[in-house]
């Protein structure tokens, strides 16, 4: 039986959203919802997306629609999850999962209770290098972690005359590069290495304090506005570079901009253990480099064969042939329609595969950075309500 999909909020990711379930090949777009019954409309016919709802609530009451893809603005990740959840709907959220830690923790929680699929687009996991990645540190290939660190770069913010509604508190939420980009690295540093950030010391900066903005707000990235308009004051931040300590006994550091000439989508993340070290950048992301102390560094190129076996259903196309963010956007929504099928059961998950719990334990990461900058840059531990006892996790 195919499953019927429905998607709210029909901005910049709302395609690849939809391009990853048509390549699944079992799943049927149903329609979208956006702010308006015309504006719904004109997305549905430009992305031969199905049918037009006047309004989410009406896309949750079809009963043709049983996984609710929820591409909103920030502030409205609450109300959409929260709806879809309680109408029985499995939910594929956007990050962040929510505006604030408190509404994440609240869905969070509901969803706990839904026993519905509920799963949070971190899509730098559906890489096939970054699970290769995850596994040899697991199996011990680099012995123990003792540094992880790396950036998360981009420049298009740079422009004083650039303006999303991303820097707008109320819509995109205290934070806009922390909570934008910081939030994918920090999750993947702790999904590859198995291990948990407890404590952070973050400094944050604003480089662009005063933008022209137009009256309404631009869509974010590739509709960022350049054009003259309001002068609007902007106080998240832009730059940030936040220390870290593991529970496993490691540290860490990492630099997040968004006003950074030069660097377009530039993520990268390095683990360097006691035998051995791994990096691997998002922008190069068929090559894994492996470093040694004794003997001459190498770069594994993405091969199949040559992969992990847990690894080798992330890599689609033989060695040669380059796979990249949408590839790795699909894996991740291909497990997550393999949880659906499977029951949602929570010991059917694919291990890759991000939930709330992992959208709830961001938001608590990013919250934790933003009181460590207002204390003038003290050490903040960061809270875990989800784990009361907990050792260093093993990863298969």
């Given at each position: 039986?195919?499953?019927?999909?429905?998607?709210?909020?029909?901005?910049?990711?709302?395609?690849?959203?939809?391009?990853?379930?048509?390549?699944?090949?079992?799943?049927?777009?149903?329609?979208?919802?956006?702010?308006?019954?015309?504006?719904?409309?004109?997305?549905?016919?430009?992305?031969?997306?199905?049918?037009?709802?006047?309004?989410?609530?009406?896309?949750?009451?079809?009963?043709?629609?049983?996984?609710?893809?929820?591409?909103?603005?920030?502030?409205?990740?609450?109300?959409?999850?929260?709806?879809?959840?309680?109408?029985?709907?499995?939910?594929?959220?956007?990050?962040?999962?929510?505006?604030?830690?408190?509404?994440?923790?609240?869905?969070?929680?509901?969803?706990?209770?839904?026993n519905?699929?509920?799963?949070?687009?971190?899509?730098?996991?559906?890489?096939?290098?970054?699970?290769?990645?995850?596994a040899?540190?697991?199996?011990?290939?680099?012995?123990?972690?003792?540094?992880?660190?790396?950036?998360?770069?981009q420049?298009?913010?740079?422009?004083?005359?650039?303006?999303?509604?991303?820097?707008?508190?109320?819509?995109?939420?205290?934070?806009?590069?922390?909570?934008?980009?910081?939030?994918?690295?920090?999750?993947?540093?702790?999904?590859?290495?198995?291990?948990?950030?407890?404590?952070?010391?973050?400094?944050?900066?604003t480089?662009?304090?005063?933008?022209?903005?137009?009256?309404?707000?631009?869509?974010?990235?590739?509709?960022?506005?350049?054009?003259?308009?309001?002068?609007?004051?902007?106080?998240?931040e832009?730059?940030?570079?936040?220390?870290?300590?593991?529970?496993?006994?490691?540290?860490?550091?990492?630099?997040?901009?968004?006003?950074?000439?030069?660097?377009?989508?530039?993520?990268?993340?390095?683990?360097?253990?006691?035998?051995?070290?791994?990096?691997?950048?998002?922008?190069?992301?068929?090559?894994?480099?492996?470093?040694?102390?004794?003997?001459?560094?190498?770069?594994?190129?993405?091969?199949?064969?040559?992969?992990?076996?847990?690894?080798?259903g992330?890599?689609?196309?033989?060695?040669?042939?380059?796979?990249?963010?949408?590839?790795?956007?699909?894996?991740?929504?291909?497990?997550?329609?393999?949880?659906?099928?499977?029951?949602?059961?929570?010991?059917a998950?694919?291990?890759?595969?991000?939930?709330?719990?992992?959208?709830?334990?961001?938001?608590?990461?990013?919250?934790?950075?933003?009181?460590?900058?207002?204390?003038?840059?003290?050490?903040?531990?960061?809270?875990?309500p989800?784990?009361?006892?907990?050792?260093?996790?093993?990863?298969?």
């Amino acid at each position: 039986m195919k499953l019927g999909m429905g998607l709210v909020g029909p901005g910049f990711i709302a395609a690849h959203h939809l391009d990853a379930v048509r390549r699944l090949g079992n799943v049927e777009v149903i329609g979208i919802a956006g702010s308006s019954l015309e504006s719904a409309k004109k997305r549905a016919r430009e992305l031969n997306a199905g049918q037009a709802y006047a309004g989410y609530r009406e896309l949750l009451a079809d009963p043709a629609v049983h996984v609710v893809h929820n591409t909103t603005p920030n502030h409205l990740h609450r109300e959409v999850s929260l709806a879809a959840l309680r109408a029985g709907k499995h939910v594929i959220s956007d990050k962040p999962l929510a505006a604030t830690m408190q509404e994440a923790r609240e869905l969070y929680e509901a969803a706990q209770k839904a026993n519905v699929a509920h799963v949070v687009t971190f899509n730098y996991r559906g890489y096939p290098l970054v699970q290769q990645a995850r596994a040899m540190i697991a199996k011990g290939k680099i012995g123990q972690s003792v540094f992880v660190h790396g950036c998360y770069l981009q420049d298009w913010l740079t422009d004083e005359r650039a303006y999303t509604w991303r820097l707008d508190p109320k819509l995109g939420g205290a934070s806009s590069a922390l909570g934008d980009i910081g939030s994918h690295w920090c999750d993947l540093a702790e999904h590859v290495t198995g291990a948990r950030i407890v404590a952070v010391l973050a400094d944050l900066h604003t480089v662009v304090p005063v933008r022209e903005a137009p009256d309404t707000s631009a869509k974010a990235f590739a509709g960022a506005a350049k054009s003259a308009g309001k002068r609007r004051k902007i106080t998240s931040e832009d730059l940030a570079s936040v220390l870290l300590r593991f529970d496993n006994g490691a540290r860490g550091c990492v630099t997040v901009g968004q006003v950074l000439p030069g660097h377009k989508n530039d993520l990268r993340l390095e683990v360097n253990g006691r035998e051995g070290s791994l990096a691997w950048r998002q922008e190069q992301p068929n090559e894994l480099w492996m470093g040694h102390h004794a003997k001459a560094n190498t770069v594994l190129t993405r091969d199949p064969s040559l992969l992990e076996p847990s690894v080798r259903g992330y890599a689609h196309l033989p060695a040669g042939h380059p796979e990249a963010w949408a590839d790795a956007f699909r894996n991740v929504i291909a497990d997550a329609y393999a949880w659906i099928r499977g029951g949602a059961r929570p010991e059917a998950k694919p291990v890759a595969l991000p939930t709330f719990a992992d959208g709830y334990r961001n938001s608590l990461l990013v919250d934790a950075m933003l009181k460590s900058h207002a204390a003038g840059g003290l050490w903040q531990p960061v809270e875990n309500p989800l784990e009361t006892k907990r050792t260093t996790r093993k990863c298969g």
